[in-house]
Nanobody, 126 residues
Framework: QVQLVESGGGLVQAGGSLRLSCAAS????????SGWFRQAPGKEREFVAA????????DYADSVKGRFTISRDNTKNTVYLQMNSLKPEDAAVYYC???????????????????WGQGTQVTVSS
């Protein structure tokens, strides 16, 4: 059984930083990818960043490039999202997600992700 458990959300002032964690268990080991999505009230869920576990390759949404960094710790089966220079528009519920498969490119569509965490709230005050 796959479990993804997020932590690290909270309230931060604009310009501040937060680090989200996603502890994964039960994920298939073959070509697995973990990603972060977010959903603000009244908006659709959107891709933020993703990482391929075996080689560490990453991809980011344009809106977070240069500010957010995704990483993974293979020994802890944990994925991190370091968020710097946070803006009020970054406020949302952040979801950890994962899939395993042979895609050549990292998926950015939430429909491609099979496994989801429960979400963690990030609030950014201006």
């Amino acid at each position: 059984q796959v479990q993804l458990v997020e932590s690290g959300g909270g309230l931060v002032q604009a310009g501040g930083s937060l680090r989200l964690s996603c502890a994964a268990s039960g994920l298939p080991s073959t070509r697995r990818v973990s990603g972060w999505f977010r959903q603000a009230p009244g908006k659709e869920r959107e891709f933020v960043a993703a990482i391929r576990w075996n080689v560490g390759s990453t991809d980011y949404a344009d809106s977070v490039k240069g500010r957010f960094t995704i990483s993974r710790d293979n020994t802890k089966n944990t994925v991190y999202l370091q968020m710097n220079s946070l803006k009020p528009e970054d406020a949302a519920v952040y979801y950890c997600a994962a899939y395993s498969g042979g895609r050549v490119t990292i998926a950015k569509n939430d429909h491609d992700y099979n496994y989801w965490g429960q979400g963690t709230q990030v609030t950014v005050s201006s």
